[in-house]
């Protein structure tokens, strides 16, 4: 079992900046990407951005691409989520998961409220 515990959402300010941070437990031996999703009301849950492990290869939604930084530490076994010229369309809760090899996205966390006022 993994699991993660995610952490600094809050109500900022169209243009605004913000930093996500999601702690895992620990890495399984599958374990091989974490990544962001999030969900806005009344809509479903939509991919944000992914980074591997091993190399620290990244992947972005096109709707944040340019604004969006996701970034690990290893050591920490927690990834990051810099969040920047924030619009209210970002406005979700925010998840992170935990992707395994033969599972995809196993583990979620619980998700933190980002709200973005304009």
């Known amino acids: 079992q993994v699991q993660l515990v995610e952490s600094g959402g809050g109500l900022v300010q169209a243009g605004d900046s913000l930093t996500l941070a999601c702690a895992a437990s620990r890495r399984t031996f599958s374990s091989y990407a974490m990544g962001w999703f999030r969900q806005a009301p009344g809509k479903g849950r939509e991919f944000v951005a992914s980074?591997?492990?091993?190399?620290?290869?990244?992947n972005y939604a096109d709707s944040v691409k340019g604004r969006f930084t996701i970034s690990r530490d290893i050591a920490k076994n927690t990834i990051y989520l810099l969040m920047n010229s924030l619009k209210p369309e970002d406005t979700a809760v925010y998840y992170c998961?935990?992707?395994?090899?033969?599972?995809?996205?196993?583990?979620w966390g619980q998700g933190t409220q980002v709200t973005v006022s304009s």
């Open positions: 998961a935990n992707a395994e090899r033969g599972s995809g996205y196993r583990y």
């Open positions: 980074i591997w492990w091993n190399d620290g290869s990244t």
